[in-house]
């Protein structure tokens, strides 16, 4: 490429024109981090739960309906939503191919 530098760095270039305002998320924990900022953490929140890899996966929420800790075993590559007042917990199988989202607030 023509005019292109030979030396050790290098400059990258950002186009702040387009700023779009955003809410940072802070606390303590990793949790309340991420979630605590977008749903009121006093009501219920439906998580998706999605087994990527594991052969069986186990986790554990508490149910909104009942006020009871609920277990839940997915096999691998399925997946399940479910309205809990925490944030779901792996219990058994590997935690780094669960996928947990947020689908809404409020269920």
């Known amino acids: 490429m023509s005019g292109a530098g030979t030396g050790p760095y290098l400059y990258l ?9 955003t809410e940072l998320c802070f ?12 749903c009121d953490p006093a009501n219920c929140v439906e998580y998706e739960v999605y087994n990527d890899n594991n052969p069986n996966v186990t ?6 309906d009942t006020a009871t800790t609920e277990y839940f075993t997915l096999g ?4 399940t939503t479910v309205c809990s ?20 607030c409020d269920c």
Do not use: H, M, R
Request: net charge negative; with cysteine.
């Open 13 to 21: 270039i950002w186009d702040y024109s387009l700023q779009l305002p």
């Open 27 to 38: 606390d303590f924990t990793k949790i309340g981090a991420c979630c605590a900022c977008v």
């Open 59 to 64: 986790f554990s929420y508490t149910d909104c």
């Open 76 to 79: 691998s590559k399925q997946g």
């Open 85 to 104: 007042s925490t944030y779901p917990v792996i219990t058994a199988g590997d935690a780094a191919y669960v996928l947990i989202t947020i689908n809404e």
